[in-house]
């Protein structure tokens, strides 16, 4: 859902890549006008992330790490969506902690191997 309260989340995205309007319609269409080729295909990747359901097998790239735990760092996949990736996937090297090898704010490929809950 792109919407928001009070039609938060269309406003930001407007304010944000500078594209005339948003308009979703009822069967879930996404209509954008913008006077521009590069804000139109930013707007629409920043729709795609925020609509995309991640199923198994999915590679992620360029995810970034938000946080890092004794047993793996949690990584962002799209906006507002986080997984774990536990210690024995961050490398093929055993690493005795995730700060040997990675710092948050770092970037990584992820594939999404089990889901158990994904925000609606």
Do not use: W
């Amino acid at each position: 859902m792109i919407i928001g309260s009070g039609r938060k989340k269309v406003k930001s995205i407007i304010e944000e890549t500078g594209v005339e309007s948003i308009y979703t319609q009822s069967n879930g269409v996404v209509k954008i006008t913008a006077r521009d080729l590069a804000s139109l295909e930013k707007t629409k990747a920043i729709i795609l992330n925020l609509t995309m359901v991640p199923k198994i097998g999915d590679i992620f790239r360029n995810c970034e790490i938000k946080s890092i735990v004794a047993f793996g760092a949690f990584v962002e996949i799209a906006p507002g969506c986080e997984g774990l990736c536990h210690i024995s996937e961050l490398s093929s090297d055993i690493l005795p902690k995730v700060e040997d090898a990675y710092n948050v704010g770092d970037r990584v490929d992820v594939k999404l191997i089990e889901a158990t809950h994904f925000p609606l």
